[in-house]
């Protein structure tokens, strides 16, 4: 299979991708495009429809729809709608019609989680007592996969899960995640919602103020097709969708290889984004992977952390008071380090020699931080990538988060140059001992 990059406005750039396919999701949306960004969509879809005449099935994801009233008063619902409308009139279409997807990355959840997360005690706008139907993704994605080649299921099929309302979301989300949470409901005018929204959550405001105007009336569906076309999808309680949201985003966020995403001499990323917030620094080093890995899996215990040691003996203290472990428990050994081991306050969580090391931290903290370091070979020598992750729980892990930010920026940044001088000097005590290579 073969990966075609264009532009769904550019008719050649459709041929070509359409050329020998039978079959095409229809997963565009150009929200964030700009305020003509209706009519963007109107042109991507008769385009499309104007170039897919040979399909013999297209799979589109829609929203679903509330009465005529909510849907004049929204772009953002009003474009799907008319979307699904173009493509099903001129093309075999299964329209899929789903309400708010649970899962790591989309828009409403992210939402719901950033306001639950950061505000203990919020006022919100009376439409937050809307219903909506949630769907956890691994559903969408079985409705999107189960459709394929299947001509009964051409149409609308409106899908979803349990009813709740927006304020429900939002506390059901605070029970999982053990927060608890005031919400009170106020006649707040939509577009100030939306301006709040972008304030405290790192959406953009050209998401959030069409996802507060497709939520301001109720949005339920009705699930009688899906039900009697896919009966063997077992819909996820939101409940569960947001469990397995929570696991996926640690999963992929935590567990990402950098190596790969930096690529100058020195680097510098930092990024807030699903419930992560993440600070990637990155060196060339001019030696093998085997000296950087050996320079930063000897790193705590008496020869403590390179840099501003004075700094991380009172963060150690201060942890001991409040009954972490702090700087007490060292290292089994100087050198080596297994899985499991304990390092000062963190313990090795991943240790893949000789690229990998990522050390989770048990220091009492509002939430779950990890330090990782990765050596990968490049050109003939070795790009090193370090990364401090931070997982925060609830308004003080943010708070937290971004009070030490300012001294993260000094330390992290002069610790990974530290890093790659040992790693230099190590390179060169074994090119001495004859080791190297």
Not at 74 to 99: C, D, M, Q, Y
Not at 225 to 248: G, K, Q
């Amino acid at each position: 299979m073969d990966a075609v990059e264009g532009n769904v406005l550019e008719r050649e750039d459709l041929a070509r991708a359409l050329d020998g396919v039978q079959a095409a999701y229809y997963l565009v949306h150009s929200m964030c495009s700009g305020t003509d960004f209706v009519e963007r969509d109107r042109i991507a879809a008769e385009t499309f429809a104007d170039m897919a005449g040979h399909l013999e099935q297209v799979i589109y994801l829609g929203g679903i729809l509330p009465d005529a009233d909510t849907v004049e008063n929204s772009k953002h619902l009003g474009s799907r709608a008319e979307v699904g409308r173009i493509l099903r009139e001129r093309l075999p279409t299964t329209e899929f019609r789903a309400g708010p997807i649970i899962g790591s990355g989309s828009a409403s959840f992210e939402m719901v989680r950033y306001l639950t997360e950061r505000l203990p005690v919020m006022t919100a706008p009376r439409w937050i007592r809307n219903q909506v139907q949630p769907i956890g993704v691994r559903n969408i994605l079985e409705y999107l996969v189960q459709a394929l080649g299947r001509t009964d299921a051409l149409g609308v099929i409106d899908v979803g899960a349990d009813v709740l309302t927006f304020k429900e979301m939002m506390l059901e989300y605070a029970r999982v995640r053990e927060l608890p949470r005031v919400i009170i409901p106020l006649p707040i005018p939509l577009g100030l919602a939306a301006r709040w929204i972008a304030l405290v959550t790192p959406i953009l405001n050209c998401l959030a103020e069409p996802l507060v105007q497709g939520i301001a009336k109720p949005v339920v569906g009705d699930r009688t097709r899906a039900l009697e076309l896919f009966p063997d999808i077992e819909i996820m309680s939101y409940i569960d969708a947001v469990e397995l949201a929570l696991y996926r985003v640690e999963e992929r966020n935590v567990k990402t290889r950098w190596s790969d995403s930096v690529g100058e001499d020195e680097s510098f990323e930092f990024e807030d984004r699903e419930g992560v917030v993440r600070e990637v620094r990155s060196r060339y080093v001019d030696v093998p992977p085997e000296a950087a890995f050996r320079a930063f899996t000897s790193l705590g215990g008496d020869r403590g952390w390179l840099v501003w040691k004075w700094a991380w003996s009172l963060r150690g203290f201060m942890d001991q008071l409040i009954g972490g472990p702090g700087l007490r428990r060292g290292r089994r050994d100087p050198e080596l380090l297994r899985l499991g081991d304990a390092v000062d306050f963190w313990r090795v969580e991943e240790i893949d020699e000789p690229r990998l090391l990522r050390l989770q931290a048990e220091m009492k903290v509002p939430g779950r931080a990890w330090l990782q370091f990765e050596a990968e070979p490049q050109g003939g020598g070795t790009r090193l990538v370090q990364a401090a992750l931070f997982q925060p729980k609830g308004f003080f892990g943010w708070a937290y988060w971004y009070s030490v930010y300012p001294a993260h920026a000094f330390i992290f940044d002069q610790m990974i140059d530290a890093v790659a001088e040992l790693a230099r000097k190590i390179d060169g005590e074994l090119a001495g001992s004859g080791q190297r290579g």
